[in-house]
């Protein structure tokens, strides 16, 4: 953890009570508790970012801390109990946050994590999200609005969204795709066909895939952001949210 990170654990310790009975400590593992990151999930409701964690035998409870993504982060205490989740209600829309656990047994604190980032959004997931994987990927046989993001924090925590597709091309036939997004802020998306190089995607053009055998075939291909578009300076950390429309134009023979 940085020199310049500053957590308020001494109010943390502060709090922490020793006061398990000889029963409790009878029943405890032995094990102590072991550091490990939350799970963060942003755009899921608006201004709102869940916080998951796993159960962890050696844990008395938990703490969250969470510190506005800045310069100098300066972390509170968002949460202290036995709960392995909790909702970040005050996420300001367009702000970032990062989030690190420490775990309470007996009278001592362990950790905090390494720290994950959390977006507050106005925006939320289109409705085919979960589409981040190939065994995920959404069927393309109709138009669809979706949308992709990509942030970085200072400290360079990343949050990147991409979507797998598929379409399915009969024998000898070349399936056309076109996506159209606001592109006034330079190229910012990529377009990826198994088997193939990632190529940009300028808005309104035609993308091919092609089935050059016998039988009828499922081709995946992905949409990634173009992650030098989405912030101005690396340095200072950023992102941004980009939505976009893809459709199969046509079928045709080649």
Same mark, same amino acid.
């Given at each position: ?8 654990? !001494? ?50 409870? &938990? ?63 289109? *409705? ?12 393309? *046989? ?8 990509? &942030? ?8 990147? *969204?991409?979507?797998? &597709? ?8 070349? !399936?056309?795709?076109?996506?159209? &997004? ?53 340095? !200072? ?5 980009? *939505? ?11």
């Amino acid at each position: 953890m940085k020199v310049h990170v500053i957590i308020f654990i !001494a109010l943390s310790l502060f709090m922490i009570s020793c006061s398990e009975g000889p029963l409790g400590n009878m029943l405890r593992v032995s094990t102590d508790p072991s550091i490990s990151v939350p799970s963060v999930i942003s755009f899921e409701i608006e201004e709102q970012i869940k916080i998951s964690w796993n159960e962890d035998p050696g844990a008395d409870e &938990y703490i969250l801390y969470k510190a506005p993504d800045q310069a100098v982060l300066v972390y509170e205490m968002l949460y202290r109990g036995t709960s392995l989740s909790v909702v970040d209600s005050n996420a300001v829309g367009g702000n970032r946050y990062l989030y690190t656990l420490g775990k309470i047994r007996g009278a001592k604190l362990f950790g905090p994590s390494d720290t994950v980032l959390g977006i507050g959004s106005m925006v939320i997931n289109d *409705d085919l999200e979960g589409n981040n994987t190939k065994g995920q990927a959404s069927k393309l *046989d109709l138009r669809y609005d979706a949308n992709i993001y990509y &942030y970085k924090s200072y400290s360079g925590s990343e949050l990147k *969204d991409v979507d797998w &597709y598929y379409v399915i091309v009969p024998p000898r036939k070349q !399936a056309n795709i076109i996506v159209t &997004y606001d592109q006034t802020g330079g190229i910012g998306l990529y377009f990826y066909l198994e088997g193939h190089v990632v190529i940009s995607i300028t808005s309104g053009d035609s993308l091919s895939v092609t089935n050059n055998t016998d039988k009828e075939r499922s081709c995946y291909f992905q949409i990634s952001p173009n992650t030098s578009t989405f912030i101005s300076d690396p340095a !200072a950390g950023g992102g941004n949210l980009i *939505d976009y429309n893809i459709f199969l134009h046509s079928i045709i023979t080649p």
